[in-house]
């Protein structure tokens, strides 16, 4: 959008923002002398002819009663060229006598100028906004990119498409939908997350950070080396700690927060989203109140690893261990190895939690090492048994 296709866009917006502070009634004119902004909104669409030679002599003109006669949708004021970044976009009329409102007059247009370049620029920031969300649904919902549009896209944001870099995925629910009633606008308050997310993890210029859509922010922090990778990820979880607060200060409150590992190029980035989110809706199963997932957590990739052994991995295993499967007393089997397992392999801590004689917990063991061929004093054997059964039965 140029100056003058935004100025058209925003003209009534301005005037009526303009005309809450001002003793005089206004009217914008575009560059062919059409009234686009009035605060009589009928005027609105109809030729203005002075403003024809304001814009000629590119001056500010005074028009009395007598100047005015036979002309049309014409009322006496002063009339003044207004500017955007040294172009002239438009012209500002102010409307009464002339000799009341001429010593306005500058004062008058310079605030609508300035009224002007805030709307122009706000308009132009969300433009990018939008523009940068598309670019990231592109390279991250879809399994296959052009090159060519890739390297457009980072020509337009100056950025590097061949850095490594990975993903942070936030996702925030329906905060901005339940937000809608509060002070601040839907674009000023996704604006202000986005702020906390770069300070929040120190971001550089060449860090991407933009909502992919109501639900989710997505950061694509630049990585310089392996080194530095490890440390993002060692200063990840207090970082994401940060976040959060700031995000309560929004009224955000739902947020969940997941790392990917490290891609080469933009052009892969989307498997370090896909391990992120597929991280983060594991999380979420798994202990909902932690709200920060990474791998770089040591409790979380223990949980994970029985969730990356292939289905039928599981079914074969499981047909080996059929025994125990159809024994009437599988459950109570299960329950006490997995027990006897999460306590370092102590029979008295686990009988301890199982509120059971170290005795019966002793037999049940020993029940299941005749059932499966299997010796529960064996760390080795304990591994393969524990990956089935935990998958196996109910948490």
């Known amino acids: 959008m140029n100056g003058i296709e935004g100025f058209v866009h925003g003209a009534q917006k301005v005037v009526k ?37 304001v814009l000629t002599k590119n001056t500010l003109l005074s028009f009395d009663e007598d100047k005015i006669k036979g002309m049309p949708n014409v009322h006496p004021g002063i009339a003044a060229p207004l500017k955007l970044n040294q172009q002239t976009v438009g012209v500002l009329g102010i409307i009464g006598p002339p000799e009341e409102v001429k010593p306005y007059a500058m004062l008058i247009k310079q605030y609508v100028e300035m009224t002007w370049h805030e709307t122009f620029h706000r308009q132009l920031k969300e433009l990018e906004s939008k523009t940068l969300e598309t670019f990231m649904q592109y390279i991250l919902l879809n399994e296959t990119t052009s090159q060519v549009k890739l390297e457009e896209y980072c020509r337009m944001f ?7 870099r990975f993903c942070i995925v936030i996702h925030i629910g329906d905060s901005l939908i339940s937000n809608i009633q509060q002070t601040i606008p839907i674009d000023q308050l996704k604006m202000r997350l986005l702020d906390c997310t770069r300070k929040a993890y120190q971001c550089g210029d060449d860090t991407i950070c933009s909502f ?88 979380m990739v223990k949980e ?27 459950p109570e089997l299960a329950k006490s190895f997995i027990a006897y397992c999460e306590n370092n392999m102590t029979i008295s801590q686990a009988a301890n939690d199982l509120f059971i004689h170290r005795n019966t917990l002793i037999y049940r063991l020993q029940k299941i090492n005749t059932l499966t061929s299997l010796n529960t004093g064996s760390f080795d054997d304990c591994v393969v048994l524990y990956l089935i059964l935990k998958n196996a039965i109910p948490e």
Not at 262 to 280: D, G, H, K, P
């Open 158 to 164: 100056g950025i590097s498409l061949n850095a490594e």
């Open 304 to 330: 994970l690893l029985r969730f990356q052994l292939p289905a039928s991995f599981h079914e074969k295993v499981q047909f080996r261990l059929k025994h125990l499967f159809n024994d009437e007393r599988f």
């Open 17 to 53: 923002a303009v005309s809450n502070i001002l003793p005089f009634p206004i009217s914008l004119s575009d560059t062919n002398g059409c009234i686009i902004g009035s605060t009589d909104p009928s005027r609105i669409g109809k030729q203005h002819e002075p403003s024809g030679e």
């Open 212 to 299: 992919l859509n109501t639900e989710k922010i997505i950061l694509l922090k630049k990585i310089d080396s392996e080194m530095t990778y490890w440390e993002a990820l060692e200063a990840f979880t207090f970082q994401s700690e940060k976040l959060l607060e700031m995000f309560d200060v929004y009224h955000v409150t739902d947020a969940s927060i997941a790392a990917g590992s490290l891609a080469q190029t933009l052009s892969n980035v989307n498997e370090s989203y896909q391990e992120a989110e597929a991280l983060r809706q594991f999380g979420q199963r798994w202990n909902p109140a932690r709200k920060i997932y990474t791998y770089h957590n040591w409790d």
